[in-house]
């Protein structure tokens, strides 16, 4: 009788084993997708930023400083908010920074999963 439990006992102590070790592999393979996810938003993000210093440089604002920020609701919805400084923007015309307000709206639609604020400051 006591072989038999010792059987029963490794048996049931291989099954756990193999549980454990499959959902681990399991858990390990769900965390590589979601790091290379979030490695992929991030350089998506980074291309955002870079798209925003271009456009900004062709209306003439040259070496503003752009800040690119994200924040989770309770439903893990992503907001951006893009604050972008130049000393210039005081005295810039006002269709002119919509018009600009626009291009980066629509550039963030190609870079972004999320919604956009902006703000420019002087």
């Known amino acids: 009788m006591t072989g038999k439990l010792q059987k029963i006992i490794a048996s049931v102590f291989i099954i756990l084993i193999a549980c454990v070790l499959g959902f681990s592999v399991k858990s390990y393979a ?73 291009e980066l709206y629509e550039e963030a639609d190609l870079y972004l999963e999320g919604d956009l604020r902006t703000e420019f400051s002087y």
């Open 30 to 102: 769900e965390d590589l997708k979601g790091k290379e996810y979030r490695k992929a938003v991030k350089e998506k993000e980074n291309e955002y930023v870079h798209e925003v210093r271009v456009s900004l440089e062709e209306y003439g604002f040259k070496n503003a400083g752009v800040n690119l920020t994200k924040s989770y609701d309770e439903d893990r919805n992503v907001t951006y908010e893009l604050v972008i400084n130049h000393h210039s923007f005081e005295y810039a015309d006002y269709a002119k920074l919509c018009k600009i307000e626009n």
